[in-house]
Every structure is written in C-alpha cells, then in structure tokens.
C-alpha cells in the first residue's frame, strides 16, 4: 500500500514539474515577445517619429509626445516589421522578417497602400525574405543588403533585378545607405565599409575600421549627408552575440567618429532626428539620444511615452519572474518526485529483499560498520590528497620567503619534481592501500553495495546460494562478478543497471589464475580503464567453452580468494590458450543501439532501464536546446555567422553522446548462449 502511495506522489510531482515547465516555458516566450521599441524611423519632414512597439506603431512629435498608437494588422502588416526605410516619395516601406515584400505605408493614413516583390535572382531567391536592411536611392532604385547572402542586389523602381555584387566581396553584409551616386555597405564579419558603383555595384572603395570581435549591423545615413567632411551615418556594431552592442558615427571623410556606449544597450534600429542619433534600445525598454560627437542626452520622449515604455519593462520583468519562480518550482517539484521515487523503490526493494534474500554471512570481504568505513575513508583521503595540497601549500609560501632568487628557484625546482612525481605517488600509494586487509570494506565497497541494492540478483540466486566472493572486474567499461558455492555470474553494470552476462555452473571453470596471461588469449592481455591507479590485483577465468574473464581487481586479496575458491572446485590454475567465441547478444540489441544512436536514451527506454534512458536523454535534449537548434537556425538561415570551431565543438559533443548511449545500449543488451 505504501509503495502505491510513494508512486502516485511521484508520478504527482513530476506531473507538477513538467507542468511548472511549461507554465516557465510560456512565460519565457511571452517575455520574449515583448521587445518594447524596436523598428525607429524619423518622417522626411521631421514632423513624426515613429516607432514599433510589440505589435503596435506608435507616433510621438519631434518633442516625443505620443499621439497615438494603431496595431501593426491594422496598418496591412502580415507581422512586427523588421525595419522602416524611408522613400523618395515620401512613403515609408516596411518589411516583415520571412517575407520578401514591400509594404509602402501612406504617412497621413498610416495604412499599406502598395506592395512590392523584388524579383530576385535564383542564386539570391532564399535570402529575399531575410534581408531586412535597404536604401533607396533618390531615383527609385534599391539596394538590399542579403546578410547570410553575402551579397548586395540592386533592384529598380519596379522590382526589376538590375546587379549584384561579385562572389566573395562579403562575409555577410547589413548595413547599407546612399550618398550621392555612391552606395556605402558594411562587410560585416571583416569590420569594412565598402563604397560600390551605384549602377554595376562593382567595388570602388574598402575602409577597414577599428576594433575587433563582434560584428557590424544596421545603419542610417545622415538627411543631407554629402561627400565632404562631417557625420555621414550612424552604424550599429554588435557583440559576438548579435544582441548587445552601441552605435557608430561615421565621418564621411576619414570614418571614423563618436562612439555611443550605453551599459547593456541592445540596440535595435536608429535615425537620426535634428541632427542627433534616436536608438531604440530592448534592454532599457527606452529610445536613447546623442549629439552626433557623441554627447549623451536625455532618452527621447516625454514622462508619459517613457512611462508606457516603462510598462513594458515592468511586465517583462514580472514575466522573468514568473519564468524563474515556475522553474524553481519545477526543480523542488522534480526532486521531491525524486524522493518519492526512493522511498518507491526502497519500498519494492524490500519486498524483493523479503522475497529473495540474501544471505551474506559467508561473503569474504569483512562487514563493517558505517563509521569505521568513513574512517578509513578519510585515511585514504588523507594519503592520497594530503602531499598534494602540501606541494600547493608550499609553492604559495616560497615566493614569498625573504629568501635569495637562487635559494627560490632551487626551491621551485624541486618543487616541480615533486609535482611531476605526483602521479607516481598517487599510484603506489593506492596500489599500498589496496594490499592491506584493513581497507578491502573499503576498495571493494561498490561490489558488496551491488549484492543487496541490484534488481536482477535476488531473482537469479538460489535459496541456498549465499555469495562467497564478490569484486569489480575493471576491465574495459566495468563488469561485476559474484562467485556462489554452485555457479559464477558475471554481470555487466554501469551506473544504475545490471546485465547478467555469464551465468555458468562452477564445473564449467577450466582454469583460474591471479598472473596476467596464465590461462591464455588475448583478453588477459587488455587494459584497464583504471591503469590511472594501477590496481594490481588481477584475475583470469577460463570457461571450459574457451570464453575469457579477465580483468583489474581493486583488492588483490579478492582476487586470490575468487581463484582459490575456482581452484577448489576443480579449476586448474593453468590451461592451453584456446580461441575465443563470439559472443552472443540478444537479437534486439542491434536495434536498441542504433535507437540510442538517434536519440540518446531511446534504446536504454526500450530494454526497460528508465534511469539510464533518462541520464542519456536529459543531456543530450539540452545540449538540443542551448547549442544545436540555435546552431541550425544560424546555419539554415543563414542569419549570423557561424564560426567552423563552434559547428566542430557542438557536433562533436553530440557524436560523443550519441557514441556513449549507443555503447550503452549494446552492452548491457541481454545475452544469450
């Protein structure tokens, strides 16, 4: 009755979790949905400004009073527009992210009045709906910038293709603006501006600009702005992360100019308005302002568009909130889960133990008691940490001794030959402590731990079959083996699981040895995947089907009484090298590891063994959501660059996970002989 009620307040809670995560989830979305200002334009005549925000255009005057505020459908967009651009008719043209159209807004009535679908070439076709950044030229031509494209196309007053720049001219490329007949575009991951012919596009100028990292963005060119000296255009530069950044003026003589700093800007679009630069900022929900030498000004707007700017701030932050209260919850909710889930399973436990028990009295390695086993813990600890942190310890003091530079670096010198003797010392010091009897509850702790906490034990044991001898087998991933008076098991682990592999009657045994290589065949020849410890003790078992056990044993002592008692039984100690068999495994393990190949944790799901399903699962669906679904979205867009080294790093950790949950899924598959 209990374990039912242990079960059901589990499931509960972890109902409750996943619900918390989602209800985190949403709220995580709904806060990203709230940019605040984005889109900024500033009309022709000065007259208004306006700005999008969220899903509305709002229009202040030139003093940033609002006047008013109309949703973006109600306007004709299909969605949030990505940017305004003047044109030379005095309309203003938006653009929807993920959709090649123009839409020409009529100013007075604030309504799409045309529509316009430039007519891409075939090599430049996918990127049309991405370009958000474009200039128009006095005479009706456009030029749009392709960002991923890496290209700029110029378009005439009907959509009609006319140019486009050469193959490798850009590593991405954004910003772009007019000034006289000369078109001036950002090479974005190489910090230039290039200055193109404004009717072939063909390069006649490239300004490399300071700085380094990050990459360049938007840009608006100064009203009247002309070829002598003075501020042409405001550009945007962005961290490495494309969020976070601040604002360039360029001179058009020397480029260079003021640099805009704001702390966490997050600048979204600009203009400029009387002569100073408005930048939309989602960090500070606010429209920033600089003279154009860089002199900070009040934020644009008066106290009640910055206080409606406000609102939006504070509803993303109680937003953010509920996002980390859900979350938190979501954890406490999982771990008390969790603990139900114990209590579960040491409720079944029980029963089993009740069901199957487990007679350890004749077992080899000592009982102790829990003190004394964290007492000896701490010795070891102490012998193999204690020289390490006293060769810490002194490499801190020495330099700073009233001691003679020679006296230091003799010191020091000595000191690293200590340290590179440090591995030496860890390994003979744990090889020492192996040997002595004293430490083998100790050593052996995780193999006598297995006989009363495994699932598949209980089951296999005979009534009168107490075990005998019990040790880990270190060889290649780890192998648990368990000696009874009748028969030897051998079972694979990993951290939570147990697959019994070789279940053999003792008459089976052929020869048991503790020397390397004394029965013969290649496996007593492998290595450890402890050889970092050189545990000594090792053990060998020939079947008399010619199979192999072989392997690192932490206690030496372990290993001898294991051959002694495979001796008594009619085991010689030495037997003639004979070819290994292939070993049989279940016909579904095959499948079950190619599923754990896709999707970690899916095979280890369908051999039944949750715990491990969900320690592949967990981190691989995160590694998913943090690195490669951004990654795609970045190399599928292409919006960003994406650097070879990030693409490498995050596939290679993906092949890693996928590699290990498939190796996983294959060996503790069940055997069969």
């Known amino acids: 009755m209990m374990k039912k009620l242990w079960q059901g307040l589990a499931v509960l809670c972890l109902l409750v979790s996943v619900t918390s995560v989602w209800y985190a989830i949403d709220s995580s979305l709904s806060a990203g949905r709230l940019e605040g200002p984005s889109g900024l334009i500033v009309l022709p005549d000065a007259a208004e400004v306006w700005i999008g ?115 490798g001219a850009y590593e991405f490329t954004n910003g772009l603006w007019w000034v006289g007949d000369a078109l001036w575009t950002t090479d974005t991951n190489r910090f ?93 929900q606010a429209i920033r302002r600089w003279s154009a030498d860089g002199a900070t000004r009040a934020n644009f707007g008066d106290a009640e568009l910055r206080s409606r700017l406000a609102d939006v701030t504070r509803k993303k932050a109680s937003l953010r909130r509920q996002h980390r209260g859900a979350l938190a919850f979501a954890i406490v909710a999982f771990i008390v889960g969790a603990l139900f889930a114990v209590l579960a399973d040491r409720r079944k436990r029980s029963k089993r133990q009740a069901s199957y028990p487990i007679d350890l009295s004749r077992l080899g390695t000592p009982k102790v008691s829990l003190w004394l086993k964290a007492w000896l813990a701490a010795r070891a600890a102490a012998w193999l940490t ?42 003979a010091t744990t090889r020492r402590l192996a040997r002595q009897p004293e430490f083998e ?32 087998l270190l060889h290649g991933l780890g192998r648990w083996l368990v000696l009874t008076p009748k028969r030897l098991l051998v079972f694979e682990v990993n ?40 545990f000594e003790g090792w053990l060998e078992i020939r079947l008399r089907d010619g199979s192999l056990i072989s392997g690192t044993t932490v206690v030496p002592s372990t290993a001898q009484r294991i051959a002694a008692h495979l001796r008594a039984a009619g085991a010689l100690p030495i037997a003639p090298s004979i070819d290994e068999p292939v070993e049989e495994r279940d016909g579904d393990a095959a499948r079950t590891a190619l599923a754990s190949a896709l999707v970690p944790g899916l095979g280890q799901w369908r051999q039944g063994r949750f715990g ?39 596939a290679s950790l993906h092949l890693l996970m996928a590699s290990l949950a498939a190796l996983d899924a294959w060996r503790m598959a069940p055997r069969r002989r």
């Open 192 to 284: 230039q501006l290039k200055r193109l012919d404004g009717k072939t596009l063909a390069v006649e100028q490239a300004v490399p600009l300071g700085g380094t990292g990050g990459f360049l963005g938007p840009a608006r060119v100064r009203p009247g702005a002309g070829a002598g000296p003075g501020p042409m255009a405001a550009l945007v530069r962005f961290r490495t992360d494309m969020i976070a950044g601040h604002v360039v003026v360029l001179d058009a003589t020397d480029h260079d100019g003021a640099e805009l700093y704001a702390e966490g800007m997050e600048p979204m679009d600009l203009d400029w308005l009387d002569g100073d630069v408005l930048v939309t900022d989602a960090h500070a």
């Open 495 to 534: 951290a939570l699981d147990q697959t019994l592999a070789v279940d053999v009657p003792l008459r089976q045994v052929a020869a048991a040895s503790t020397e390397r290589g004394a029965v013969g065949g290649k496996g007593s020849r492998a290595l450890s995947w402890l050889t970092l410890f050189a």
């Open 386 to 427: 204690g020289p390490l942190f006293a060769l810490i310890a002194v490499a801190t003091i020495v330099p700073r001794l009233p001691l003679l530079d020679v006296v230091k670096l003799a010191l020091l010198f000595v000191l690293m030959l200590s340290t590179a003797a440090t591995p030496w010392l860890l390994r």
């Open 53 to 167: 925000v969220n899903d509305e255009l709002w229009r202040t005057d030139r003093n940033g009073h609002l006047m008013g505020k109309t949703p973006f459908a109600a306007v004709g967009l299909p969605g949030r527009p990505a940017s305004f651009v003047r044109h030379p008719s005095g309309r203003v043209v938006a653009q929807v992210r993920d959709d090649p159209t123009l839409y020409f807004i009529d100013p007075s009535t604030r309504r799409v009045v045309s529509r316009l679908v430039p007519q891409w070439p075939e090599e430049l076709a996918r990127h049309g709906g991405r370009a958000v950044n474009l200039a128009f030229h006095a005479d009706g031509r456009l030029a749009i910038a392709t960002g991923g494209g890496h290209a700029v196309a110029l378009f005439d007053t009907a959509g009609r293709f006319l140019a486009r720049t050469g193959t």
């Open 441 to 472: 509850p100790l050593f052996n702790h995780h193999a006598v731990t297995l006989l009363t906490h495994s699932k598949v034990l209980g089951p296999i044991l005979g009534p009168d079959e107490p075990p005998l001898e019990t040790a880990l």
């Open 612 to 650: 491990s399903a969900l320690m592949m699962f967990l981190p691989w669906a995160l590694l998913m959501l943090l690195a490669e679904i951004p990654l795609l979205w970045a190399l599928l867009g292409p919006r960003r660059g994406v650097h070879p080294d990030d693409a490498l790093y995050v």
